[in-house]
């Protein structure tokens, strides 16, 4: 078998995961010990295949990264310190980022898999993507005030 990759974007970043990799990843609502999934996977590949590359569209709406909460975590303290010179203006602050390790189980191609508990797992992306062109065309289109609007007048207010 071929080493499998894929590349999946949780948080507004980009990840190549392999199986039996770690990664960190920003905070999930999720326990130690859950099973997620990430559907939303851009390309699929193979290290020893090069014709197996997979991307878009031609990675298919079941495909998804099967991966095990290992721990939740607080990166070390940065410090933010600003000053303006002859100003007499000095602040400091701290923040620590708080991110989650994820163990990926599996790369699923074909979506067939065991049984996943997270909410992440509810809906693939594409389902919610249609949930959201169809409240675009209906704003455009009069939207729910132009329906209220509608309604009022059939009831005589």
Do not use: C, W
């Amino acid at each position: 078998m071929a080493a499998l990759f894929a590349i999946v974007r949780h948080g507004g970043r980009q990840y190549r995961v392999r199986d039996q990799r770690y990664i960190l990843v920003d905070k999930m609502s999720a326990d130690v010990g859950e099973e997620i999934a990430m559907r939303d996977v851009l390309m699929l590949g193979s290290d020893d295949d090069k014709a197996m590359l997979r991307v878009g569209e031609d990675v298919g709406k079941d495909t998804y990264v099967s991966a095990r909460v290992i721990e939740q975590r607080r990166l070390p303290k940065i410090i933010v310190f600003k000053k303006k010179r002859r100003q007499n203006y000095r602040r400091k602050k701290g923040f620590r980022a708080e991110m989650t390790l994820l163990k990926i189980e599996s790369i699923l191609p074909d979506g067939k898999g065991g049984k996943i508990s997270h909410p992440l797992s509810a809906k693939p992306s594409s389902d919610i993507k249609k949930e959201y062109t169809h409240a675009q065309s209906s704003q455009r289109q009069g939207g729910v005030g132009q329906a209220m609007k509608e309604e009022d007048t059939q009831h005589g207010a």
